[in-house]
């Protein structure tokens, strides 16, 4: 028997819960983050959308395009507070709940008292709108890609089915970036070769799959011909622990830059301590005044975990990194985790 996979994806959450909260935004083009002139719009209205605003777009641009558009701060702890509400929803269809966002979850009805996908989305459409007065768009299939294709289907608020008797037909038209796995760079190449649609790819031998996409040639493969033999997974560890800021002005002055690192250190250790975590391999990022995307890391041979450790390594990645351009935003992470009580279990 196949599986039956809901996406679950809220439409634009946070500027839908600042216009549940405060009733004079609805229907107006609400922008949240980007409150200052060198900040990035987190996410928005629809009212918004029409304008062209979209996530991770900068303020300025955000303001160019649409200029009645209203900024608001981000508040994290208001979206996480409606947010595990709507997650207490899940766990009344299913206890398979695959977290991908504090918006965004997969969840496998194979331990649910719902006989069918659609009776569960309409179950979880209706709680969420009447609790919470938001709406969401819920894709469902047999699969995790084609569950989230569905859910982008007929945004916002909608249901969309794909079933296996749908396929391949209902893929061909597709744009081929709309292929999970697929990324920028590869889609540029198989433009070049005047590849554009999915229809145009499925034409393609197993070969060339591999030959042209490397290691996950066959996964794509698959995945356009309907497989997509990933689980949905009930709990997903935290694979990083970053902060990363907007700078009020441009600098490549290091000095000024380590400052910031103080300050990142600082609260990813706070963080640590608090999930009982250290990790190996820390990651410098920062964006160009002309929004170039560089990144550098360095993996240890020893777990860290402490402020002055994180901080030192920041340090090192930033001084033998060679900043020639100002930067507009700088950040730090780590990853690679060990957990600390697993270790202390093995010692005994």
Same mark, same amino acid.
């Given at each position: ?160 089915? +794909? $079933? @296996?008797?749908?396929?391949?037909? /209902?893929? &061909?038209?597709?744009? #081929?970036?709309? =292929?999970?796995?697929?990324?920028? *760079? ?67 002055? +290091? $000095? @000024?830059?380590?400052?910031?690192? /103080?300050? &990142?250190?600082?609260? #990813?250790?706070? =963080?640590?301590?608090?999930?009982? *975590? ?71």
């Amino acid at each position: 028997m196949k599986k039956i996979i809901l996406h679950v994806d809220m439409d634009a959450f946070f500027a839908s819960v600042e216009q549940v909260d405060n009733k004079s935004l609805r229907g107006k083009p609400v922008i949240v983050g980007g409150v200052s002139e060198r900040g990035v719009v987190s996410t928005c209205s629809y009212e918004a959308r029409k304008y062209g605003v979209s996530s991770a777009m900068p303020a300025f641009i955000a303001r160019q395009k649409c200029p009645t558009g209203i900024f608001l701060p981000v508040r994290h702890n208001r979206y996480k507070e409606v947010s595990e509400k709507i997650f207490k929803i899940f766990r009344e269809v299913t206890p398979l709940i695959e977290p991908l966002s504090i918006d965004e979850a997969y969840l496998d009805l194979s331990e649910s008292t719902f006989k069918t996908g659609e009776e569960a989305a309409k179950y979880i459409k209706t709680r969420v709108y009447r609790e919470l007065g938001l709406t969401l768009s819920i894709g469902i299939s047999y699969n995790k890609f084609l569950a989230k294709l569905a859910s982008d289907w007929n945004k916002p608020n909608g249901i969309k089915i +794909i $079933d @296996e008797n749908m396929l391949p037909d /209902i893929l &061909f038209p597709l744009p #081929i970036r709309r =292929i999970h796995g697929l990324g920028k *760079k590869a889609c540029e190449k198989l433009n070049n070769m005047g590849i554009f649609k999915v229809e145009d790819l499925y034409k393609m031998d197993k070969e060339f799959f591999i030959k042209y996409l490397g290691k996950y040639g066959i996964e794509i493969y698959e995945r356009i011909r309907g497989i997509d033999k990933r689980e949905v997974k009930v709990s997903r560890d935290r694979k990083s622990v970053g902060k990363e800021k907007t700078l009020k002005s441009n600098t490549n002055n +290091i $000095d @000024e830059l380590k400052e910031y690192l /103080i300050e &990142f250190a600082k609260k #990813i250790n706070e =963080i640590l301590d608090k999930t009982d *975590k250290s990790g190996r391999t820390i990651t410098l990022k920062y964006k160009t005044g002309e929004f170039q995307n560089h990144t550098r890391s360095k993996t240890l041979s020893k777990y860290i975990k402490s402020f002055e450790d994180i901080y030192e390594v920041g340090c090192e990645l930033l001084e033998e990194t060679p900043i020639e351009e100002e930067i507009r935003l700088i950040g730090l992470s780590i990853s690679s985790f060990r957990e600390e009580k697993e270790v202390q279990l093995k010692l005994f």
